[in-house]
Structure formats: C-alpha cells, structure tokens
C-alpha cells in the first residue's frame, strides 16, 4: 500500500513574501549601499546548482509513502558548501533555496571558508520510528552522494530543524561506506555525536551563539541608550519562541547569566510567568510530555500572540521563518528582537518593530554559532586530531612553571600565588570544550563589532549592514577566483 503525505501548515497563510522572496528583498535594499556592479549581484543572488527528488520510504507497517527531498547549493564561491537538514512537513524547494542563500550569507558575515548550502525532506520526523528516520536518512544520504551533493570537498551538511546528531552520523556513515578510500569522508557531515568526530560544543553553540550576540548589545551603552534600556543581562527579561536546539539553549545560557525567562512558546503550548522559568526544569518537564501543558510552575497560555504581547525587555524567534510578521510585529512590547530561527521577520514586520523602536539583531549574525563550530569540526576531522592536543600539556606545564617563578621572586609558596586563579585554567590546559568556547566568542564578538562599524557608518539597520558585510566578503573571494581564468 502506497500513502501520501499532507503538509503540515505553518504560517503559509500570511499574505507577505515567501520566505525566499523576503531574503531577496533585504539582499536588493542592501545591494544598493554596495556599490558593486550589478552583474556581480546577480552573480551572487542566483542559487548555483539545485537537486530535487523524492525517495520512496518502507514503513515499518509494511506500507510506502513518497517524500520530496532537496539539497540547493547556493554559492559555490568557496568550497566546501556548508548548511543544515531540514526535516519537516512543510520544506519545499523555495524554503531550502532561501536557506541556502542565507547561509552564504551568514559563513561570510562571520568570515567562514565556505559557500552556503541547504538540504531537507518534507517529512514529519516526530511522526517515524527511530529504523524509519535511519532508512530516510540513509536513503538521501546515498542520492545526494551519488548526485555530487554530500562530500568533504563539495558539500557537508549540518543539522538543522528536525535533525541533530543521530542523522549526522547515519549520513557520514553512508557516505564512508560508498567511499571507504577517502581519508577525510568523517568530514562530510557535521555536527555529529561525539564518538564518531563530532565536537564538544557543537549541541549548544548556536544558542550560545545567540547568548554571545545578544550579550554584545546589551552591554553596548550606544544601543541600550537608543532602545531605553539599561545595559547588562542581569534582570533583563526574555521570551523566546521555539524551545528546541535554539531556543532552549539560548533561555539556558541567557538564565545562567542572571537573565528571567519570562515567556517560551511551542507549536502545541505556551508558557509565562512574570517571575521567571527555569529553561532546565521546562526542558526536562517537554522531553517527558512532549508539551507545556500541566506544567506547574508558568502559566499556561494557549495563543501564541498573546506571550507576544506581554512586557518583557528581549523577544528571540528561535523556531521558523516569518514568525513575526505583519498580523504580530505590532503586538511586540519588547525592545530587542534577536533572532535565533533562520528568517524570523519578515520585511514587513522589521518595518514595523522599526516604527514601535525595537532593535532587530538579523539572523546571519545572531544565528551564525552552528555553523561557526561545525568549521571547528570539520577543520578537526580534516586534521585528524583533537584541537589543542598538542598543546594541551605543554601549555598547562608553562603556567606552572610561570607560577612557581612569581611565587618564587615573591617569597609567597605556589597556593597563595594561584589564590584567586581557577584551578583548571592553570593546572590543566585548554580542554577542546575551553577553545571551542572561546574560538566561538571570539568569532561572534567581532562580527558583531564589524555589523555595527558598518550599520553606524551607512546608517542603516543591523540586518542591512550585516548583508552588506557579507556580500562584499563574497565579491572579494569571487574576484580572487577568476584571477587567471
Ligand atoms: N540547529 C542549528 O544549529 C541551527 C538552527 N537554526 C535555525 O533555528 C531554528 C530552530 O532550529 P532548531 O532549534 O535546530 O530546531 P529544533 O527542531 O531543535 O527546534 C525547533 C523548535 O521549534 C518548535 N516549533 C516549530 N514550529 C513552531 C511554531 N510554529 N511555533 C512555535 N514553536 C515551533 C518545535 O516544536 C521545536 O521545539 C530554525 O529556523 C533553524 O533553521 C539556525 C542556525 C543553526
Ligand atoms: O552547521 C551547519 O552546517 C548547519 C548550520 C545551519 O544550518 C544554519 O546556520 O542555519
């Protein structure tokens, strides 16, 4: 028996842009504070090479059902292409061809060596078994071998929405057993489980990314100044929408720092509590009950828009695309829009949070952790070595060393010269999850530095300064490409 699958609706009702009309619409408003020729813009704005299919899954009743599958990769003007998977009912090909553009975007915002790519299937994951998600997997992971589109060199997917690191490994492990002579095929996915070449880090980068990008502005006099607001995270309140990979580790990273999370909204629940959530505890309470509902310690809210519409200082879109949008942007109290999700606004919602004086901090920035670390990994996997190993003692015998010398010259024994030190940061050395920390912070703070010298310097929005960042990165790699040709 063969079964069809009915797409699932989410936010397809809004009468706005698509999703790739919207990335098209802030690349030509930020094209024009470029000054690039209009043939390179073109050159830029056109997805490279698209594959489109549909794989035949066996269920585990015995019947078939069809999925549609995509894999875009945008811009081929550095290599590898680099971007997540999708799983979702609603993916189609213009949702993975915006994706994809964004992420060619976002790695040159942050200045990372790869072309932007996106792939995904319309599935609803949640609905297959765990043997129903690998025969999935597996099965697109040898059409997209077979078709130029998953290898080291070429294309390397990460996770995204509805994946994580169990797909990452059934799709690394495919590709290494067609290709069991390249050396670097554990390098063709990333964000894998640790065992198999994943990365410390890479579970909560994008969250903590987001913390990053976040704490970058609130602690910026200029900005706080302009939106009314005091710096600093501490006490600042949060509402964040989606309360996966994003959203969740962003709230826990946020809360660690002395910021409330008042508000989280789901897809099937909301909750909200003036005084504060803990983002663990309503972890672990949606792991178990796979919803909000009857959780003890928020109020539980059953429309999204009216979470939206209460006081808090920051909201983070941390889901899918065209979340606030026309019909809600006007509803938002806060101050501070960050987003987490891939396309939470669209124009015509940026145009009003503009109006109302809500900062939006754009997505190719704020989002950029994920992708910021799966370069760690795959730059791990390529060299075949934990980052730091070789240093790691060395560095930890060096400050030693250093510490017995001041003890030393000032009569002191080594204990009271260390006093107030953290024990680990001079006795150990940098453990892979210390430099995957700080290689992230040090990625994120620049590139937000370089977004505000360029959005102060045009006078335009963050979200605007950032394309123009990334488009001039682009035009510079794509010249440095041709030379010779
Ligand atoms: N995972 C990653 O490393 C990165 C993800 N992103 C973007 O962040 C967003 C979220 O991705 P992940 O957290 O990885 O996905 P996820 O699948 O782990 O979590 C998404 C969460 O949003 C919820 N959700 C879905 N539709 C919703 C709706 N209409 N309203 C409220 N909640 C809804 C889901 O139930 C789920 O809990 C996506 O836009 C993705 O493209 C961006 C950069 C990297
Ligand atoms: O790590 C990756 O390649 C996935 C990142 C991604 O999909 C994103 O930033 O939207």
Known sequence: MIRHLTRRMSHSHINEPNFLQMVNIFFDKASQYTGM??????????????????????????????????RAQHSHHKLPCKGGTRYSPNVDLPEIEALAF??????????????????????????????ERERLTR???????????????????????????????????TFVSHHPK???????????????????????????????????????NYYMEKVGLSTGIAGKTFIVQGFGNVGYWAAHFLHKEGGKI????????????ENGIDPDDLKNFLVQRKSFNGYPKAEIVKDQNDVYARECD????????????????????????????????????????????????????????G?????????????????????????????QNIIETIAKLKNLDTKEAVAGLKRVQYTTGASELNLVYSGLEQIMTEAVQETKVTSQKLG??????????????????????????
């Open 371 to 399: 992708v910021t670390v799966s370069y760690f990994e795959y730059v791990k996997n390529l060299g075949h070595i934990k980052p730091g190993l070789l240093t790691k003692r060395w560095g930890a015998k060096r400050n």
């Open 314 to 369: 920051v909201v983070i879109p941390a889901a899918i695309e065209r979340s606030i949008n026309g019909t809600n942007a006007g509803l938002l109290k806060c101050k501070v829009v960050a987003e987490g999700a891939n396309g939470p606004t669209t124009p015509l919602g940026q145009e009003i949070l503009e109006k109302n004086n809500v900062l939006v901090l754009p997505d190719l920035l704020m989002n950029a952790g």
């Open 102 to 131: 964004l992420m060619t975007l976002k790695c040159a915002c942050v200045n990372l060596p790869f072309g932007g790519g996106k792939g995904g299937i319309e599935v609803d994951a949640k609905a297959l078994s765990e043997a």
């Open 262 to 273: 008042l508000g989280v909204i789901e897809h099937n629940s909301c909750v909200f509590n």
């Open 37 to 70: 020729r209009p043939e390179m813009l073109e050159q830029i704005k056109n997805t490279d090479t698209v594959l489109q299919m549909t794989i035949p899954l066996a269920r585990d009743d015995g019947t078939i059902t069809f999925h549609r599958a995509y």
């Open 139 to 173: 099965r697109y992971a040898l059409e997209l071998g077979k078709k130029g589109f998953l290898s080291p060199a070429i294309d390397v997917p990460g996770p995204d929405l509805g994946t994580g690191e169990q797909e990452m490994a059934w799709m690394m492990d």
């Open 460 to 485: 335009v929005n963050l979200r605007i300064a950032a394309y123009v960042n990334s488009l001039k990165r682009i035009q510079d790699s794509t010249l440095e490409g041709t030379i010779g040709l």
């Open 182 to 220: 390249n050396l670097n095929g554990i390098a063709t996915t990333t964000g894998k489980p640790i065992e198999l070449g994943g990365i410390p880090g890479r579970a909560e980068s994008t969250g903590l990314g987001v913390f990053y990008g976040v704490r970058e502005f609130l602690t910026d």
